[in-house]
């Protein structure tokens, strides 16, 4: 979450709560496979080779992070909250 609200590609395994919350694949960052060091390569190079990709990347994960996870989104999601619970 740090490197996404950072603007910066990320990559990450297609694990169950990342793959569900954080990261769609090839939109916020780019996922791979548990385990599967050839996946993880491939991933790399794409990054790193597509200028384009990579920036797209990383301000959609921006936007994403800013969206569900700033300081104003988890307050307001508090405040509805509390509300409902008075």
Do not use: T
């Not at 297609?14 to 916020?28: C, F, M, R, T, W």
């Not at 390569?41 to 700033?70: H, P, Q, T, W």
């Amino acid at each position: 979450m740090e490197a996404m609200s950072s603007g910066l590609p990320c990559i990450s395994s297609n694990l169950e709560g990342v793959a569900d919350y954080l990261i769609s694949d090839q939109k916020e960052g780019m996922l791979f496979d548990p385990g599967d060091i050839y996946s993880l390569s491939s991933v790399i190079c794409r990054v790193l080779e597509n200028r384009k990709l990579a920036k797209d990347i990383g301000y959609n994960a921006r936007e994403k992070i800013m969206k569900f996870f700033s300081i104003e989104a988890i307050a307001g999601q508090y405040k509805k909250l509390y509300s409902g619970l008075l």
